[in-house]
């Protein structure tokens, strides 16, 4: 009877449904937060300026924005750059267009942007919230062409399983991200604290956290296996899995706490670059 009335619903239309609860709620919060960060990412990346802060002190430490982390190359002049001692490769190329802002996020934001765009979690978020296919449990779905029906991701989303390769770049993201918060926690030499500090550190902590709970993540340190009692070793891979398991069941509080977090503490120290805000520390004592 249910599998009937599930039926019925979805002939009547788009988001026809028996359900009383605010279904609607969740893909639309899905909505804002996806736009709202993907608007900043490219608003920040084409700046190109004021990603870089340590209060006019020279030598080691200072706060750099996570977006524009690593910084390949740097233009020299640039307000709020960082020191060319931080470039990967040296000064900015000139072969780049001079249409293009030479900003080190567009170099760089396209690996954790692909990361995060085919991770499971999010393909259903955003399945669900920009296509409506459906955009909730037992809510109708966009009509499709019934001839073909629902094929999975086929075609051109054959491209989401490149999530198991993007994974592994990702992970060096955060091995830079723990040394830009090492970073932080200097200015001209001395150790001190900083919100930026607490900010670029917080980072790649929630990364971790949201990448340990990937799936592929778990099958790889659960031993790549579908069968612990089949073969040697299997009680490790268990006990490993167990461990990626915690990350996994709480694979969607991380994954949106991370988003949001790393959009902060880069708007937070574009807008102390900028002379906006002021940085509480413990350096001005």
């Known amino acids: 009877m249910s599998t009937n009335t599930s039926f019925a619903i979805h002939d009547k239309g788009f988001t026809k449904t028996l359900r ?3 279904w609607w709620l969740y893909p639309a919060l899905v909505v804002f937060g996806l736009t709202s960060f993907l608007v900043y990412g490219l608003w920040s990346a084409w700046q190109a300026d004021f990603y870089w802060y340590s209060a006019g002190q020279e030598g080691f430490g200072g706060y750099l924005a996570p977006f524009y ?4 190359f740097i233009k020299e002049g640039v307000a709020g750059a960082a020191p060319m001692s931080h470039s990967i490769f040296g000064p900015w190329p000139t072969w780049w267009p001079s249409w293009i802002p030479p900003s080190p996020s567009l170099l760089i934001l396209a690996v ?10 999010y393909r259903k978020a955003y399945y669900r919230a920009f296509s409506g296919t459906p955009p909730a449990c037992a809510v ?4 499709r062409k019934r001839k073909k029906g629902y094929k999975g991701e086929t075609g051109l989303m054959v491209v989401q399983n490149i999530h198991r390769i993007t994974m592994y770049f990702a992970s060096i993201y ?3 991200f723990f040394y830009d918060a ?7 030499g001395e150790f001190g604290v900083g919100l930026g500090s607490i900010l670029l550190l917080g980072n790649p902590i929630l990364l971790a956290s949201y990448m340990f709970g990937c799936h592929s993540i778990r099958h790889l340190i659960g031993g790549s296996r579908d069968c612990y009692s089949c073969g040697l070793g299997g009680d490790i891979a268990h006990k490993n899995g167990m461990i990626v398991g915690w990350f ?3 694979h969607e509080l991380f994954a949106w706490i991370s988003l949001v977090w ?3 503490a880069d708007l937070y120290i574009r807008m102390v670059s900028m002379g906006y805000i002021n940085d509480p520390n413990t350096w001005n004592f």
């Open 248 to 250: 996994n069941r709480r």
């Open 174 to 176: 955060i091995i830079i």
């Open 140 to 143: 109708g779905a966009l009509p």
């Open 182 to 188: 090492y970073l932080a926690f200097f200015r001209g």
């Open 69 to 72: 982390s690593p910084p390949l």
């Open 20 to 22: 009383k609860d605010n």
């Open 262 to 264: 790393i959009m902060v």
């Open 112 to 121: 954790p942007g692909i990361f995060r765009f085919t991770c499971y979690y």
